[in-house]
């Protein structure tokens, strides 16, 4: 070797010129593990990647703070409103219902009156010293309402003059205003039933009579200040007729006489009064032909009914049986 290449070899930088002359060569000893000598042609390149090297780093985000953040988007996702459904076409099926002679008479149970507060009616100053005829002819010629302007008859009421009981319904239905009749049609043979059960009939021992008079039209709840007008005639026929128990039919019935505004479940099961007459509050017969797992309820109703007509008997120190034989001998009877 010459001395060159010895000095060279010596210095420790005959690999650098290896690397940097024989970098193709196909088979070159690996070099030493020496101190390496800074070369000056290689400092800017080395100090770039140094300086790479060296260069902070940012840190990588936790896996758990990535969710967190993505977080608030999906529940922004979640609480966006949704879009409103496209109302679905109506449809003309028609409802199973009963037959159309089964409402003929519909009650005003279902819904409960709302106006405002009548005005303060006055009721006419002799109604009170009526008989039976004249107040019969005064209401088939009212006019104390407009009820009256698209009435076909008057429904002043049925039944014995002189009854232990009486029955108060609500207001005509259609088939009531052409008849003049109260509770007819399929409301009405119910009610012939219930009467049956308990040995009274609208014949004998029963009267029977509505809160209005005059049939609304389209069955509506009758206004405050038709009622007004209209009270002073069933005033009267409780004081002709001073039944010992009145049945009130109906919620709007019930809330009629006893001046307040209950639920019918809340008044049921109790008894009132009205003028001094003990009532018991009970569902009309048309609400029992849609609502027949209240029929038991009815019963027991007139049941309660029977036990306080009983009681007033025994307060007045009669018989029922007595009172029975009394009223024919009387010849109670006739509408």
Known sequence: MALDERLIEEL????????????????????RAEASTPVVEDAPVAAASAEVERAPQPPAAPASKARK???????ELRQAPAAPAQPSPPTHAEPDLPPLDAYDDLPWTDEAPAHAEPAIV???????????????????????????????????????????????????????DKQGEPFVGQAGKLLDNMLRALTLSRQSNVYIANVIKCRPPGNRNPELDEVARCE????????????????????????????????????????????????????????????????SKAWADLCLARKTYREALEALGVEQGAAKGAAKGAGKGGR
Not at 69 to 75: F, G, H, K, N, V
Request: aromatic share 6%.
């Open 69 to 75: 953040i993505e977080a608030p988007a999906s529940a």
């Open 232 to 295: 002073p005639y069933l005033q009267r026929q409780v004081e002709l007729v001073k039944p010992k128990v009145i049945v009130a039919m109906g919620r709007f019935a019930a809330q009629s006489l006893l001046k307040n505004e209950a639920s019918i479940a809340s008044m049921r099961g109790r008894v009132h009064e009205y003028r001094g007459v003990p009532v018991i509050v009970t569902y009309h017969p048309a609400y029992l032909l849609r609502s027949l797992q209240d029929k």
């Open 12 to 31: 420790g930088i005959g690999p650098v010129w290896v690397r940097r002359g024989m970098a193709n060569s196909p088979a070159m000893p690996a070099p």
């Open 122 to 176: 006055e009721a006419p100053s002799d109604v009170h010293t009526l008989d039976w005829d004249a107040l019969a002819e005064r209401v088939a010629n009212c006019e104390r309402c407009r009820l009256c302007e698209r009435r076909t008859n008057t429904v002043f009421g049925v039944g014995d003059r002189e009854a232990d009981w009486m029955l108060i319904g609500e207001a005509p239905g259609e088939n009531e």
